[in-house]
């Protein structure tokens, strides 16, 4: 196949950037979009020209790092898919693809496609975790029930991989299916009752802090998420979060 691609390049954090074009050649279906990134890097290295900087780390779906904004959707065209995961066989001979960065204020652009995404970092930082009794009489996980539905809910939310594809895909740049998730997959079991209240505030106070929009339920977080992190996660948030309002101080 043979592409007309229009990426958006910008040399650092201060520059303005924009869209530059490239024709590709000999792509096959059968590459991966970031494969595809790769042979034009090539080329653009052999004529001594600056290779266009993306980040990928498993190309396997797994971490998160392979952010695109491709022809207007994060991820690309496919569904419940990273852009590591997008084969180019989704392509025609002869289209243009529009490759950009996640945007939004709180991801700001290191370099070509690469954003920085450490505010979700820093979210996870506030109350994104248990707290383990190492005292030498801690109780063994699997002696705790878990009935299993919550266990298959919980499950659900920790599939979430941190890629800010629902951050980039809403109209606010919110956060909320992200933070819902991480909330979530703690709320939902016995080992994070300890600290439910502190870190459904703290997570949220982080959220604000970091510059996210709000929420206003248009949903496209959850059309876009990868891994198919349900909105159901944002209502579970919401009940948290009022409960620990209500009963901070008890
Ligand atoms: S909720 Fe989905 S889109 Fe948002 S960071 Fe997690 S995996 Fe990515
Ligand atoms: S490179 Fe890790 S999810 Fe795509």
């Known amino acids: 196949m043979k592409l007309k691609l229009k990426i958006w390049r910008q040399k650092n954090a201060q520059d303005k950037g924009k869209m530059v074009d490239y024709d590709i050649e000999g792509v096959s279906g059968d590459m991966s979009f970031l494969e595809m990134l790769d042979v034009l890097n090539n080329q653009l290295i052999g004529k001594d020209e600056d290779p266009v900087a993306f980040d990928h780390d498993c190309r396997e779906g797994i971490c998160g790092s392979c952010s695109l904004f491709i022809n207007g959707e994060a991820h690309g065209p496919d569904r419940l898919i990273t852009t590591c995961q997008l084969h180019m066989r989704k392509f025609k001979d002869g289209d243009t693809v529009y490759i950009e960065p996640f945007r939004a204020g709180a991801f700001p652009v290191i370099k070509d496609l690469v954003v920085d995404r450490s505010a979700l970092d820093r979210i996870q930082q506030a109350g994104g975790y248990v707290s383990v009794n190492t005292s030498g009489n801690t109780q063994d996980a699997n002696a705790i029930p878990v009935p299993k539905s919550d266990a298959d809910k919980a499950f659900d939310a920790a599939t979430c991989i941190g890629c800010g594809a629902c951050v980039a895909s809403c109209k606010n740049a919110s956060a909320m299916l992200f933070v819902a998730a991480k909330v979530s997959q703690f709320a939902l079991l016995p080992q994070g009752k ?51 309002s209500f009963t901070a101080n008890e």
């Not at 998420?225 to 620990?244: D, Q």
């Open 194 to 244: 300890i600290e439910a209240k502190r870190r459904v505030l703290n997570m949220v106070e982080q959220m604000d802090k970091e510059g996210f929009g709000s929420c206003t339920n248009t949903g496209a977080c959850e059309a876009e998420c990868p891994k198919g992190i349900s909105l159901e996660n944002i209502a579970r948030m919401n009940r948290e979060y009022l409960s620990a």
